[in-house]
């Protein structure tokens, strides 16, 4: 096994046995939602998981260590940190690990320790995208770039409008990632339940998500999928309202100058604060959704 991985012994022995499993980020604790929400939250994702009948495993750099599967206590240290922790995706992986420093992964280095692992499905908030004016920051995500080469199975609420759908879309279709929807035929956007972008795939059940992604890996097409889940109607937030605030949000980020790895969790911040703490009820409504969905695609695959 890899020498810098550490699995908890509940989540070995459920991969081992090839029981199912939902593998959980970690910068949505750090730097996607304020204490003592993210902790709160991060618990009751792991509970969701575990009522619909998969062991979760929340993953973070720790001591020099990969670890699938944190403890209570090590999500509690993680919470309590924030933003003081590293926000890590591949490129932070080997200082964060040669330190010995605290980092949470993002979607795009949860997804290598998940494979390394050898765990599929993957649920978290929302992927990383293309930024909007990416044709002057070049601001992608490395969320984009993990899909293409990475086999693991990523269950979001779709793709906040802090970013370019479109472009988004353009690019997830070059690099060969496919997205389904669940349930829909729209991508949803995150907080609100459409987008008015089609997709090309509608999934309706676990069952026929789990069987498709078989057919992806069993054929040899090594790679990620999005599955693109939408925030349940009673949380679903107004389109024209949020459109409003994630402008303000990004006009304040371009005032500021702030770019990089820093724009993602300052536009969520922001998002939260402008809309006074209402768009946090409905990132912790659709992450728990997320997390349902997830556990019952791992109870249908069947590891090859
Ligand atoms: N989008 C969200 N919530 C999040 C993130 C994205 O709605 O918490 C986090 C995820 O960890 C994702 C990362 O992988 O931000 C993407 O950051 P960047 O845009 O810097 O690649
Ligand atoms: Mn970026």
Not at 79 to 94: F, L, M, Y
């Amino acid at each position: 096994m890899n020498q810098f991985l550490d699995i908890n012994p509940e989540v070995f022995a459920a991969i081992k046995e090839k029981r199912p499993v939902v593998a959980l980020e970690s910068t949505i604790i750090s730097h996607g939602m304020p204490y003592p929400e993210n902790m709160e939250t991060a618990l009751k994702v792991e509970a969701e998981v575990r009522k619909n009948g998969a062991i979760p495993a929340t993953i973070a750099l720790m001591n020099g260590k990969i670890k699938v599967g944190l403890t209570p206590d090590e999500i509690e240290k993680l919470a309590k940190a924030g933003t003081r922790v590293i926000k890590t995706s591949r490129r932070d992986i080997p200082v964060v690990l040669s330190k010995k420093l605290m980092g949470a992964t993002t979607v795009s280095a949860t997804m290598i320790a998940a494979e390394l692992a050898g765990i599929k499905i993957f649920a978290t908030g929302g992927i990383g995208g293309v930024h909007r004016g990416a044709n002057q920051t070049f601001d992608i995500s490395a969320d984009l770039y993990e899909l293409e080469r990475t086999s693991v199975a990523v269950v979001c609420a779709g793709i906040k409008s802090i970013l370019d759908l479109g472009l988004t879309l353009e690019v997830l279709e070059t690099l060969g990632v496919p997205v389904w929807g669940y349930q829909t035929d729209e991508l949803p956007a995150f907080y609100t339940r459409k987008s008015g972008f089609r997709l090309d795939y509608q999934m309706n059940s676990a069952t026929e998500i789990a069987e498709a992604l078989n057919a992806k890996w069993q054929a040899g097409l090594q790679g990620g999928v999005v599955i693109a889940n939408p925030v349940p109607e009673e949380f679903s937030m107004d389109p024209n309202y949020m459109e409003n605030i994630i402008n303000q949000a990004i006009d304040e980020q371009n005032q500021l100058g702030i770019k990089g790895k820093e724009s993602t969790p300052f536009l969520l911040a922001k998002i939260k604060e402008l809309t006074q703490g209402k768009s946090l009820v409905s990132n912790i409504a659709l992450v728990l959704n997320n997390a349902k969905l997830a556990a019952e695609i791992a109870q249908n695959y069947i590891d090859g």
